[in-house]
């Protein structure tokens, strides 16, 4: 199942106290209920004026189904192709991948 980065503006998002946030996750955890489990929140991360959320959906169009129904902008989706870490700077991971290609 693919999974996405959501970039949100969301101007002051950095000075939201616990509580919004609180309110915010319950909010969207409410609407990713009603929408089935082919959707799944995985973590976000708050900036000053923005909020980047990475979900496993089987679309495009049920992360905005998502964003439409809870009230959260969407400015911007970008399907995830590979995750690189540390590790893949090791001889190793090399070989790994491309003995998984293969």
Not at 40 to 60: G, M, N
Request: charge should be negative; hydrophobic fraction near 35%.
């Amino acid at each position: 199942m693919p999974k996405y980065v959501i970039e949100r503006e969301i101007p002051g998002a950095g000075n939201l106290t616990a509580e919004d946030l609180q309110g915010i996750s319950q909010k969207s955890c409410s609407v990713l209920q009603n929408l089935g489990p082919q959707i799944q929140w995985v973590q976000s991360y708050v900036t000053d004026d923005k909020v980047y959320c990475v979900y496993i959906a089987p679309s495009e169009d049920m992360i905005r189904a998502h964003a439409q129904q809870g009230g959260f902008p969407a400015n911007k989706i970008s399907e995830i192709k590979t995750v690189i870490d540390p590790t893949t700077a090791e001889p190793s991971a090399v070989s790994s991948q491309q003995s998984a290609k293969a």
